[in-house]
């Protein structure tokens, strides 16, 4: 039964006399089980707590750099926020570099800035490019555990990623679209922030495999073509433009899986050119998506909750340091499937 702790420790936590439990510790004769039994509970107790004190007292400043619109990194910073006050007796500190459009050089240059000044952690949302993965390295080497969120960068020195499985996500937009249409036919608009976001592409890769799996499979159903539109930064007035073109040169597009964002604006596009749109899947419950699904504009929204995300890598961060104990690597976040009657927050 080894531990650290004194008898005196032990005595306290179990609420027993210091006579008893020295007699459990050195195998003395005259200790009921139960005894013996409690003593061994007062010391894991003892273990859990030691993590406790560990923290105490102690500061974690971390960096969280993103390139995003705005409406999904305001998301990200208001859980962060609403996390941080539940993390005590440790205090996270955070530092955010947030941005809407740049290049991968950009982020590049945010992170060596971040390597330079010091951090405890460091939590990213850029794409996967050479230049990007150079300095998660970088950071690494100096003892900065990287986390990527929401689209990883798999073939870099990341500590973990946090986030939904986005192929599976893919594959639950395809079968919502699938179910919705039925044996009507229908194409597909499929919009993307930028190209080089692992997790879009990923998010991409299962929507297309899961309807291909599925024309193969039932040859009745009518085959559906596939409209892509890249590279749009999620911006409004891009995705307009873009959204309007795509719907002027393909006539048969009646569903859409928005995995970039930019909503407003392809609900827009179907508006204006007097179109409809049966089936509309997107992702995650930010302002205008929420304000979009009671509206019914949105048929529904594939989500995941960004408080688990926040807490799971902060846990992560510190077992990095070794402030707490547990499992490095979390598991990859549930899918949720919102619709306008199981809103987070509305009532019945």
């Known amino acids: 039964m080894g531990h650290p702790y004194r008898i005196r420790e032990i005595a306290s936590q179990a609420g027993l006399s210091e006579a008893t ?10 200790v009921r089980s139960s005894t013996v039994d409690e003593v061994r509970r007062a010391i894991a107790d003892l273990d859990r707590q030691r993590a406790q004190v560990r923290l105490s007292g102690r500061t974690f400043v971390i960096d969280v750099v993103m390139q995003a619109p705005e409406r999904f990194s305001a998301a990200v910073r208001a859980a962060i926020e609403a996390e941080l006050p539940l993390l005590r007796p440790a205090v996270f500190r955070s530092r955010f570099h947030f941005r809407e459009t740049g290049t991968a050089a950009d982020v590049a240059s945010v992170l060596r800035r971040v390597r330079a000044r010091g951090s405890a952690g460091v939590l990213v949302k850029a794409p996967d490019t050479p230049e990007v993965a150079e300095q998660i390295a970088e950071l ?8 990527t969120l929401v689209t990883d960068l798999p073939a870099s020195r990341r500590l973990a990623y946090i986030g939904i499985d986005n192929r599976a996500a893919g594959a639950t937009a395809a ?24 997790g879009e592409e990923e998010r991409e890769m299962g929507f297309r495999a899961a309807m291909r799996a599925h024309a193969s499979a ?5 085959p559906r073509a596939i409209v892509e539109i890249a590279d749009t ?7 307009f ?14 569903a859409v899986y928005s995995v970039g964002g930019g909503n407003r604006s392809i609900v827009r596009a179907f508006a204006e050119l007097g179109r409809s749109c049966e089936v509309f899947v997107a992702h995650d419950l930010d302002a205008d998506n929420r304000a979009l699904l009671q509206d019914g504009q949105l048929s529904v929204v594939l989500d995941h909750d960004l408080r688990v995300d926040v807490r799971n890598a902060f846990h992560a961060i510190l077992r990095a340091h070794d402030a707490v104990t ?6 990859p976040s549930q899918i949720q499937v919102i619709t306008p009657f199981n809103l987070p927050g509305s009532s019945p």
Do not use: C, K
């Open 241 to 254: 433009r873009l959204a309007t073109s795509a719907l002027e040169a393909n006539p048969g597009i009646r």
């Open 218 to 222: 039932a040859h009745a159903w009518p």
């Open 175 to 198: 079968y919502l679209v699938r179910q919705w249409l039925g044996e009507r036919p229908g194409d597909v608009l499929v919009t993307l922030s930028r190209s080089v976001f692992r």
């Open 233 to 239: 930064e999620g911006l409004d007035e891009v995705m």
């Open 140 to 147: 690494a080497a100096r003892g900065i555990p990287v986390l």
């Open 326 to 331: 547990g499992p490095l690597v979390p598991p």
């Open 21 to 30: 439990v020295d007699r459990v510790l050195h195998g003395r004769g005259g």
